[in-house]
């Protein structure tokens, strides 16, 4: 029998320091090779932040034509869904059309007169607002410029 | 056949096979009927993984192609769409009896000692089987698939702490896109089917092990059942019905298909999730948006993952129960939360 492969008894003569020291080079390895594993792995499965897909200055939302007043229109402002809403008094808003709930996309509605999320009955009002159902804050609004009849959004400006 | 068999016992060692569906035997008593749910789950989850490989030959998951190929498969494969239906049928139906399964094993307080780890292993697979319902849901990518997924995904966000790593977890990003399709569908078609084989196997294992339990109080009427032939010849005529049910069902009301997910839409205004996700999406909708300090969405998404852990658990907490003795407040907290589900579940269908 060599060395390695004598059985372990009270009687072994490997020091009980030794032994405890080696149990714990083990572990520390073992624990080594899991992290080496781990880490990676956790890394790779969350992938890295894209560019912020911002819209550089202003986006051409819509034409004024488009929108009679009491009407609305979901269009992209970079990455993200925003709405464009003409009210009943003639005013141009824009907020983004990311519901403050749980996020869904919210949409005009004419009949109401408000921005309405249909995803749990959440409300608006027209100044954004979050008047009814369960969202918990205003959506965020944007600044609306109109030149001639075309009719541009800026994120940047964004407030609230 | 004869000969087969003792050629193959020869040589495989078939003995105890026969041995164990000899001994196999289910307990007869007035509450005796549940025991076919779970064998009506296994039939039912072999369904999926028929149809689930069929349909594997023709979706194309990305962006450019999810939804192409589920329109494909509806209305161009020959009877892709029963393959089809019959998939989106059987999930539902699968779930509806996992459930009731749940519920009448925790009534009849079978997860007393020494079954706890038979309930946990089932209380996983409930768990397997809401995650294949939620990810194959978006596998179409149609409006509804991408709205129901982008507020699933949100309400996991709004956990305290690993809300926001859980989030971006799941969609692969901030927000729903093809990296979230492409998760879900390796989640739908390679993790989610090894889980639920391995827990299953545990899950049917240890039933084996420790035979079906009796329910405290209750007074067995004559001997057990044996499970070879009579037990299995019930479960056959349950699961040829189940069969004819779905193909009805499929031919009836075939699976539908929405306008393709477009993220710069409004959201579509009939949305709703799939049916076993009712009760939290009515309780999102009537929760008030706030309820002191906070937000009425963390504390309806917090509350509705403590009920579930409590579920778990239960083995654990029902000390009355591990002593054989009878445990009222358990069965009675059980109705309640039973029936507070289907009513919400109700509510929901109706508005
Ligand atoms: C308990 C098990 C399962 C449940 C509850 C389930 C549920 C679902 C649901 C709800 C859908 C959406 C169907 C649609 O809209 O057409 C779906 C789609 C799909 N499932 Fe499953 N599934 C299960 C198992 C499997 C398995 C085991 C596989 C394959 C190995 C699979 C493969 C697929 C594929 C390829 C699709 C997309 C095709 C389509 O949407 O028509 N599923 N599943
Ligand atoms: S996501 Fe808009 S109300 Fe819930």
Not at chain 2, 66 to 86: C, N, Q, T
Request: glycine share 10%; net charge neutral; proline share 8%.
């Amino acid at each position: 029998m060599d060395e390695h492969d004598r059985p372990l008894s009270p009687a072994d003569p490997t020091p009980a320091g030794r032994r405890s020291f080696l149990d714990w080079l083990l572990g520390l390895s073992a624990f080594g090779t899991a992290a080496a594993i781990v880490y990676p792995v956790v890394h790779f499965v969350f992938p890295p932040p894209r560019p912020k897909g911002r819209a550089k200055g202003a986006v051409l939302a819509a034409q004024t034509s488009e929108l009679a007043p009491g009407s609305g229109k979901v269009f992209p402002l970079g990455t993200r869904p925003a709405i464009l809403v003409h009210t009943p008094d003639d005013k141009w808003r824009a907020f983004t059309a990311k519901c403050t709930h749980l996020s869904c996309t919210v949409t005009y509605r004419d009949d109401m007169n408000m921005i309405w999320c249909p995803c749990h009955d959440g409300r608006f009002d027209l100044t954004g607002k979050n008047v009814a159902g369960p969202p918990p804050r205003p959506l965020a609004e944007f600044t609306v410029v109109l030149k001639g009849d075309e009719v541009y959004v800026t994120e940047e400006a964004e407030r609230g | 056949m004869d000969r087969l068999w003792a050629w193959l016992d020869d040589r495989v060692g078939l003995e105890p096979v026969r041995h164990l569906m000899a001994q196999k035997t289910v307990p007869r008593h007035r509450h005796s009927i549940f025991y076919y749910l779970g064998g009506m789950a296994l039939f039912l989850f072999i369904i999926q993984l028929g149809t689930g490989l069929l349909l594997l030959l023709y979706y194309e998951p990305g962006v450019s192609t999810a939804y192409e190929s589920v329109r494909r498969i509806s209305g161009e494969i020959p009877f892709g769409w029963l393959i089809r239906s019959i998939h989106r049928w059987s999930a539902d139906i699968f779930i509806g009896v996992l459930a009731v399964h749940m519920f009448t094993a925790y009534q009849m307080k079978a997860y007393r000692r020494p079954r706890e780890v038979t309930w946990l292993t089932g209380v996983a697979l409930f768990g397997v089987a809401l995650a294949f319902g939620f990810s194959g849901y978006l596998l179409p990518w149609d409006d509804i698939a991408y709205f129901a997924t982008s507020v699933g995904t949100q309400v996991a966000g709004v956990f305290p702490l690993v809300g926001k790593a859980l989030l971006q977890l799941m969609r692969g990003g901030e927000d729903v896109t093809g990296a979230t399709l492409a998760r879900f569908f390796a989640l739908h078609v390679v993790v989610l089917p090894f889980a639920a084989l391995g827990l299953l196997g545990l899950h049917l294992l240890l039933v084996q092990r420790h035979g079906m339990s009796v329910p405290p109080g209750v007074t067995e009427k004559g001997r057990p059942r044996p499970f070879f032939p009579d037990f299995l010849m019930h479960d056959l005529v349950g699961w040829t019905l189940a069969l004819a049910l779905l193909a009805a069902l499929a031919a009836l009301l075939p699976a539908g298909l929405g306008p393709k997910a477009d993220p710069f839409a409004s959201a579509p205004a009939d949305i709703k999730p799939e049916w076993y996700f009712y009760a939290p999406f009515q309780q999102l909708k009537m929760i008030p948006a706030h309820i002191g300090p906070f937000e009425g969405e963390v504390l309806g998404a917090v509350g509705f993952a403590v009920l579930g852990l409590l579920f778990a658990l239960v083995p654990f907490l029902d000390r009355r129960a591990a002593r054989e003795e009878s445990s009222r407040a358990f069965s009675i907290a059980g109705w309640v939360v039973f029936i507070y589900l289907v009513g919400l579940t109700c509510y929901a269908w109706l508005h």
